[in-house]
DNA sequence: AGTATGTAATTGCCTTGACAACTATTGTTA
DNA sequence: TAACAATAGTTGTCAAGGCAATTACATACT
């Protein structure tokens, strides 16, 4: 007769994937616990994609999605939802008819101001434990890593 | 008249966010291209519980979800679907009426020899390009970031 | 023992997001 | 310029996975 180990309190901490995936989740659930306690009902792409606009102006879905690495339909339903919530909208491109161009409405601008800092106080409580070198240690590991898998295929 | 930036090309490098999430993209991908390149039909999370149950024998669905980082229900039909494809068994546990004991069938043990290292081997990659010093301390600084997350609340 | 509380797995419901098919427009090439 | 390919956005369909409610069993408390 043999024993199950207790798997509970065990950590693959060898596996990147895991590591990575449980990074991801910290990140997400603490700016979305800190949007809704703030009465902010959006999600981390969402809040994402305002973060664009409010940075780089009017965009089209399709850069928005490819700077966001999302799909382009995902974009299209995300814009729906942000267009309903009445932060966005979408207006005829001036140089391609095929293309709409994305901007912030007064309503989500406003919003924008009072969620602003919301991902870098989130980025600065996650890196919080570090030396600012080890911090960019970290980003500049993580970037070599994805432009290696990316090249890779 | 402003001009809308370009931002197709652009990439916001100091977005952990982003950036995690093309890590993990990277690797999802590149996994399930190797598996579906052999004839496996298997996504990451499908194979990260063969893997587990592989490496630990025999475990509790709870157990393995939360080793996981994953939801119970979502672990139910994961277990459903290994089931289906004949390499998983559910089992009554030994000790407690109302838990399952999971493990690998002779289908499931002889898929894992020929997947076994395949997440190994997407791992390095993934590392190709970074020294060993530079990998560890990827790892370590990614669970410190993970810990600070996770005792954040 | 008897009740309350906790835990294991399952299920229904829902959101997110990927993929592929489609339409409309633009760009390219013969 | 006519045909063809590429691109922008939308839509249907689907799988993954989170959450809450449910059922069954286990543990703790008194």
Same mark, same amino acid.
């Not at 798997?7 to 060898?14: E, G, I, N, Q, V």
């Given at each position: 007769m043999h024993k199950i180990p207790k *798997?509970? !309190? *065990?950590? !693959? !901490?060898?596996n990147l994937a895991l590591l990575i995936r449980q990074v991801r989740e910290g990140l997400m659930h603490q700016l979305e616990r800190e949007l809704t306690a703030i009465g902010v009902e959006l999600n981390y792409s969402q809040y994402l994609v305002l973060k664009l606009l409010a940075k780089y102006g009017p965009q089209m879905p399709g850069d928005v999605a490819r700077c966001l690495e999302h799909n382009a339909g995902a974009m299209t339903r995300l814009l729906d939802r942000l267009e309903d919530k009445g932060y966005v909208r979408r207006q005829p491109h001036a140089e391609d008819r095929r293309a709409l161009s994305i901007d912030l409405t007064e309503a989500g601008q406003a919003l924008w101001k009072t969620i602003n800092n919301c991902s870098e106080r989130i980025q600065n409580t996650a890196v919080r434990d570090l030396e600012q070198p080890e911090r960019e240690r970290l980003f500049d590991l993580l970037k070599r890593v994805r432009d290696t898998l990316e090249k890779t295929p």
């Open positions: *798997l509970s !309190d *065990l950590r !693959d !901490d060898a």
